[in-house]
């Protein structure tokens, strides 16, 4: 079950949900992966609308991973994401807004 105030979101790949959610090894993963300076810093590139379709798979793989996925990069980019592109945008953006807000 999605817990958004876990930091959950709902990513559905070929039809099938899985619940993704950035844990702090899923953050450290994606900050390397990317070279991202900080996390800070890659989550005013979504605000500001400066991601790439890179940044977002890389967040969508982070968060899936810290869902419990067994998946890779390789992996996401053969499966279908419903809602395509739009909806990965959509998702990673959630998932860094779930990690970094406030209780409450």
Do not use: C, K
């Amino acid at each position: 079950m999605v817990n958004p105030m876990r930091g959950d979101v709902l990513v559905t790949l070929d039809g099938v949900d899985h619940i993704a959610r950035l844990t702090l090894g899923a953050l450290a993963e994606l900050e390397t992966e990317l070279g991202a300076g900080s996390m800070v810093e890659l989550a005013a590139r979504f605000e500001e609308g400066r991601f790439s379709a890179s940044d977002v798979m890389g967040v969508v793989v982070a968060g899936l991973r810290g869902g419990g996925w067994r998946g890779n990069r390789a992996d996401l980019l053969a499966m279908d994401v419903a809602g395509g592109p739009v909806a990965a945008a959509q998702a990673a953006a959630q998932l860094l807004a779930r990690a970094f807000a406030m209780p409450g």
